[in-house]
């Protein structure tokens, strides 16, 4: 393979992954951040987020990976420089392209005028037109030069899950590479030489839309799936069997119809919204995607309700299994718990709360509740509300308990002495 020189803009979830896989696959790869705590942790071959298998990526590739906070310095010095920084929403939904934008000014002025071609790849999850409309001419203000004459330009949006990122970097479903010009597209195919992947190649746009697309497909899934949850619920059917037999079409397919109490994560949620702010920008009424959202801000409420069939709130201490958006995560971004402890504070309950790793993450929204440092310690509590799917949790003896469960524990299900299910 031909090894390359690659700069890696951003050390969060997405720029981690990214940089240490590109490193596995045999590149050259600098890392750039702000937080030195971050750099120095990737230096010494530890990983800055929890993420299953990133640490032994780190750690075999230290002779390929350095670690800098000199933008301008790493651009100059490196072929190929994928921006990784985080695109948060802003209060209407409408994504923040602050980072993007000061990232792309940086990277113009460090362009310069060796003759050099450089390829910038715009991997930040941006709405469509954003890296024609934005991104490129900022590189060519700062720069002086234009796209695709003295420098390349790409789109390269990533589909990694968090609990299984470094897998589905290796085993990708596809490649999403949105380029305008055959040198870019070369330098990407030699980018992803070693990766034994489909590679699907479009115009920059279509592949930042074909991110969001995809994102907003499974939230509507995870919707509607919660949706026919709440109809089975009242007509005593248990909604995992019937998506099991419905995902048996292969039209359909199994995949995200886990109905429960909805979707959280830096992603789904953002992404949806973002979508929903860019059509109304573009006079498209979102009529799907808004109720994709209603249904998924309301599911957690369910969880709530059915405990208050069983118990008087006021003055009772709630247990809380599980604050991650999701198992194998420490990301506490947009977690259904947040919902659920706020509406059981609001009832007057006392929470005690617990997850094998997100609690130090959680702390802050929630500083007055108690967190308990093991998860029997929250069974002894007056009812059991279970937010996470943490695989330890099928482990607990949940007899003579009351457990109203959003993600279908199955032991639960099995021993508690009042168990409810929120779509079962």
């Known amino acids: 393979m031909n090894t390359m020189h690659i700069t890696v803009i951003g050390t969060g979830y997405v720029g981690a992954v990214t940089g240490a896989c590109l490193a596995e696959m045999g590149h050259n790869v600098v890392f750039v951040g702000r937080d030195q705590r971050k750099l120095d942790l990737i230096s010494s071959g530890v990983s800055p987020i929890f993420e299953k298998g990133l640490d032994d990526l780190l750690e075999r590739n230290t002779a390929r990976i350095r670690t800098t906070t000199d933008l301008a310095g790493a651009v100059r010095d490196s072929e190929v420089t994928f921006v990784c920084v985080g695109t948060p929403s802003l209060e209407d939904g409408s994504i923040d392209l602050g980072q993007v934008e000061e990232v792309s ?15 910038i790849i715009m991997k930040s999850t941006v709405l469509p037109g954003t890296t024609e409309t934005i991104v490129i001419p900022i590189l060519e203000r700062e720069s002086g030069k234009k796209a695709f004459l003295d420098f390349g330009v790409a789109s390269n949006p990533e589909f990694l899950k968090e609990g299984t990122a470094v897998e589905d970097f290796f085993y990708a479903d596809r490649v999403v590479i949105g380029v305008h010009d055959d040198r870019s597209r070369k330098v990407m195919e030699q980018v ?33 799936a919660n949706e026919i949850g709440n109809l089975c619920k009242k007509l005593g059917i248990d ?44 006079g498209i009424e979102p009529f799907i995607l808004d109720a994709v959202m209603e249904r998924n801000e309301a599911q957690p409420a369910n969880l709530v309700s059915l405990l208050e069939r069983h118990l008087e709130l006021r003055g009772k201490t709630i247990g809380v299994l599980g604050l991650a958006f999701k198992p194998d995560s420490d990301d506490v971004r947009e977690s259904r718990a947040v919902p659920v402890i706020r509406a059981l504070l609001r009832e007057g309950a006392r929470v005690v709360a617990f997850d094998p790793i997100a609690a130090d993450n959680f702390r802050p929204l929630f500083p007055d509740i108690r967190y308990a440092g093991t998860a029997k310690e929250v069974l ?11 695989k330890e949790f099928e482990d607990l003896d949940y007899r ?21 299910g929120v779509c079962w």
């Not at 070693?194 to 499974?218: H, W």
């Not at 002894?380 to 943490?390: N, Q």
């Open 380 to 390: 002894d509590a007056d009812a059991v509300l279970i937010v996470t799917e943490w």
């Open 239 to 282: 909604s995992y069997e019937v998506f099991e037999g419905v995902g048996m079409d292969s039209r359909i397919g199994h995949q995200f119809f886990r109905s429960g109490i909805g979707f959280g994560g830096s992603c789904f949620p953002k992404d949806v919204r973002a979508l929903i702010a860019h059509a109304r920008a573009t």
């Open 400 to 420: 003579g308990k009351i457990v109203i469960d959003g993600r279908r524990i199955a032991r639960a299900r099995r021993e508690a002495a009042i168990y409810e």
């Open 192 to 224: 992803y030489e070693p990766l034994d992947a489909p590679v699907f190649f479009t115009t920059l746009r279509t592949s930042e839309m074909i991110k969001y697309t995809s994102n907003a497909f499974l939230a509507t899934k995870i919707s509607f």
């Open 105 to 119: 000014r940086t990277i113009g002025k460090s362009l310069g005028s060796d003759g050099n071609y450089r390829t």
